[in-house]
């Protein structure tokens, strides 16, 4: 957790295979191939629900098939070290289409003539991108056309990148924004006229189910029975069309003390008097969701994999 959000993983595991080839390239070409291919394998493990990491692997494993007949090992090594620095640029100019495509978005089907409110869920922003971000990247642009009200942040427990992320972010930003528990969820979007609530994706499978922070899927069944529209913003590299529905997701399970203790300090019952479980993600249903946003257009979820398709 010392890198999280989708994007970012991706775009740290890459650079991070790039530092080490700065610091102590392989002398022969077959070896630089060896390492890279056992690299990537470890990356992709490290954090297996978020696809981003995984289709930035294989992108990079098709590069390097293609330089693999090079004797000498140096400009392969600089190769791929410019793919990686690549990544960079690309994130942040796909995160700012997102943010207007799904600004568009919403003022269009929200029938708000002024500012709209939006709530969102866990960190989307800066900290878990390249840059700018996909749903805080939302936020971003409603607020760069005068068109946003306000924002609430959930705390997002138990790991608090709500509080401790999201709400930096949108205070950095001036933003106006309101951080309320996870709990508060409901009550504020029936007080609080919540306009649309847009959150990230860690990946999204062919049918439009989502995978997301733990805590997505209860916010959209409170959309949903408010009458309050559901977006997923996400980039395509989050998109993963060779699943077929959500129940292929392989869900991370994050250590039970960060529910137990608070800054160290055991907070719940003794240990052995009380179980714990703390799945770091929960996959939405495709039918509880309005809107996918991603960079290459806004797709209701059952037109995804075709819009998808089309621009491969």
């Known amino acids: 957790m010392q890198v999280r959000g989708a994007p970012a993983i991706a775009i740290v595991g890459s650079l991070s295979l790039a530092v080490e080839l700065t610091s102590s390239p392989p002398q022969q070409t077959a070896d630089l191939l060896a390492f890279v291919r056992e690299s990537l394998a470890l990356l992709v493990g490290a954090r297996p629900t978020a696809v981003n990491m995984k289709k930035a692997a294989d992108e990079l494993s098709a590069f390097l098939a293609c330089l693999a007949p090079q004797p000498c090992p140096s400009p392969v090594v600089v190769s791929v070290i410019r793919w990686a620095e690549s990544l960079l640029e690309k994130d942040v100019k796909d995160n700012r289409m997102i ?75 001036k933003i106006p924004a309101t951080l309320i528990t996870d709990s508060m969820a409901a009550v504020t979007m029936r007080e609080r006229q919540v306009t649309a609530v847009v959150v990230g994706a860690d990946r999204v499978v062919a049918n439009g189910d989502t995978a997301n922070k733990v805590g997505t899927y209860q916010l959209a069944v409170l959309a949903k029975h408010h009458g309050i529209p559901f977006c997923v913003a996400a980039p395509s590299t989050s998109c993963d069309l060779s699943l077929p529905t959500g129940g292929s997701i392989v869900i991370e399970e994050r250590p039970g003390q960060e529910l137990t203790d608070i800054n160290g300090v055991r907070v719940a019952a003794p240990g052995g008097c009380i179980g714990v479980w703390n799945p770091a993600f929960d996959v939405t249903p495709h039918e509880l969701i309005t809107a996918i946003i991603t960079e290459r257009g806004v797709f209701r979820p059952e037109e995804l994999k075709d819009g998808l398709s089309r621009g491969l």
């Open 99 to 173: 943010g207007d495509l799904g600004a568009q978005h919403i003022l269009q089907t929200a029938g708000a003539p002024g500012g709209v409110v939006i709530m969102t869920h866990c960190n989307t922003g800066s900290l878990a991108t390249a840059g700018y971000g996909t749903a805080l990247g939302v936020v971003r642009s409603l607020q760069a056309m005068g068109r946003l009200s306000h924002v609430f942040c959930t705390e997002t427990r138990p790991y608090n990148q709500g509080s401790r992320l999201t709400a930096y972010e949108l205070v950095y930003e």
